[in-house]
């Protein structure tokens, strides 16, 4: 680090407090000043690739100016103004007609929140308000699987399924609970099990078994596991869980906050396998990051219900419906659609993952290299016959992170799962050396 560095992270640490914050985590920060297209530039002017697109979000990358000038446009035509019933905007109205020919066919309602967690804690409230209005108020508990990330604000939290995020905030809301992951690298599936996925599936009715149908309103879950090591479930698992939600009069809620606008290779994950979700949430690159945006997505039935009911859903943000957001969301929207960023993320995600699995697939320690579009990840294992992971002291995954670093790579880290998805604009020089930067960092610490 240099004495300008250092400079700035003393004087971070002096006054700021970080997601996740960590003193020890945050000695060796990096310090970002600039951006263009799929790198990072610190403060030295040194450049990085891009590896988790921001937070999974800049699909679109740095410097686009179609997005800055949107905001500018919105900003000085009409800075805000409120989105609370009574009172709207063009911008918001014109991004929910275009979200309605986006979505699934159902799915024609939105609620527009600043984020993931907002929308999280906005679909809970959907779902409990839903149940209420249809006569079964005992419909309140949320499941949610092992490895999911729906977000930290306090029932978002709860429905995250990593445990680390819940230790110092017991106890936790009553009526949250969680299934196995479908894991197609870890999940072992009972004796006799028709497969794999369809096991995983039925964990699902199972829970909703023991919680009893009458309590259960929803279950979220990501089309593709993301912050918990991108976990691409097995092709039945889906069209599974939709016949036993149908079954047990349960919400499915597609939490799409990654998998929404492109990433996937499908403009939202659950097309993949051909399944309607009830509720969606999204965020992230429906602004490719340039501005806090997320909301959810309500069925035409959930919508109608509530139309009808004549109960206001007594549930509101000061930004909801925030004119800037909705510019720039319309200009991505525009932007996606111009430079075809779903078949984009398709044959480039197709080309990572051949070139990550050439580079790396035969190296003991590792597990396996996965993905779906252009989301992947590199599972490093202690015992690759045994799947035995590594010892946590070792700290495999932050010291390949950290090795990624010193080759110019940036990126974020599951245990000791590398997970790696860039813009979707990244170039294919870019994007070949990705696998040879890994298969480095690889070779460093692990030999
Ligand atoms: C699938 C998913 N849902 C929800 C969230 C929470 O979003 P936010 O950090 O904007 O609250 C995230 C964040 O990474 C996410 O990946």
Not at 40 to 68: K, P
Not at 106 to 120: A, D, K, P, R
Not at 155 to 168: H, N, R, S, V
Not at 194 to 219: H, R, W
Request: overall charge negative.
């Amino acid at each position: 680090m240099t004495a300008q560095q250092q400079i700035l992270v003393n004087r971070d640490a002096a006054h700021l407090v970080h997601p996740l914050h960590s003193p020890s985590a945050h000695a060796t920060a990096q310090v970002w000043a600039g951006g263009e297209g799929a790198y990072l530039v610190d403060v030295e002017g040194n450049r990085f690739i891009d590896g988790l697109s921001g937070l999974w979000n800049n699909t679109a990358g740095n410097g686009r100016s179609e997005l800055a000038d949107a905001a500018a446009r919105q900003m000085k035509e009409m800075a805000f103004a409120s989105g609370y019933v009574g009172s709207t905007n063009p911008r918001a109205i014109e991004l929910a007609e275009r979200l309605a020919g986006l979505t699934y066919p159902g799915i024609n309602h939105f609620y527009l929140t600043s984020g993931g967690g907002e929308s999280t804690d906005s679909n809970i409230k959907m779902a409990r308000y839903y149940w209420k209005l249809m006569g079964k108020p005992e419909k309140t508990k949320v499941i949610s699987r092992i490895w999911g990330y729906h977000g930290v604000t306090f029932a978002a939290m709860c429905a995250t399924g990593i445990a680390p995020y819940w230790g110092m905030f017991e106890p936790r809301i009553p009526g949250f609970s969680h299934i196995p992951s479908p894991y197609p690298y870890l999940y072992e599936a009972p004796e006799g099990a028709s497969s794999q996925g369809i096991a995983a599936a039925d964990e699902l009715e199972k829970k909703i078994l023991e919680e009893g149908p009458d309590t259960v309103a929803m279950f979220i879950a990501e089309p593709v596991q993301g912050a918990g090591g991108v976990i691409v479930p097995q092709d039945d698992y889906f069209p599974r869980i939709r016949q036993i939600c149908d079954k047990y009069d349960v919400l499915l809620v597609s939490d799409e906050v990654i998998t929404g606008f492109g990433r996937t290779g499908r403009m939202f994950g659950l097309e993949h396998w051909g399944v309607q979700p009830d509720l969606i949430q999204f965020a992230k690159a429906i602004t490719s990051g340039y501005f806090p945006l997320g909301g959810i997505g309500i069925s035409d039935e959930i919508a109608a219900v509530m139309n009808d009911s004549g109960s206001p859903w007594m549930h509101a943000y000061t930004y909801s419906s925030h004119p800037v957001g909705c510019a720039v969301a319309l200009a991505m929207l525009d932007l996606i659609e111009r430079e075809q960023f779903v078949d984009q993320a398709r044959d480039k995600g197709r080309r990572l993952l051949v070139k990550l699995k050439e580079a790396l697939a035969d190296h003991p320690h590792v597990g396996e290299v996965r993905g779906l579009g252009l989301m992947c990840a590199v599972e490093y294992v202690q015992d690759k016959a045994a799947k035995t992971p590594f010892d946590a002291s070792e700290a495999i995954g932050s010291r390949i992170h950290a090795e990624t670093v010193k080759r110019g790579m940036f990126s974020r880290v599951r245990g000791d799962a590398y997970c790696i998805a860039p813009p979707i604009v990244t170039d294919e020089t870019t994007l070949d050396q990705i696998p040879q930067i890994m298969a480095e960092a690889t070779k460093a610490v692990l030999g």
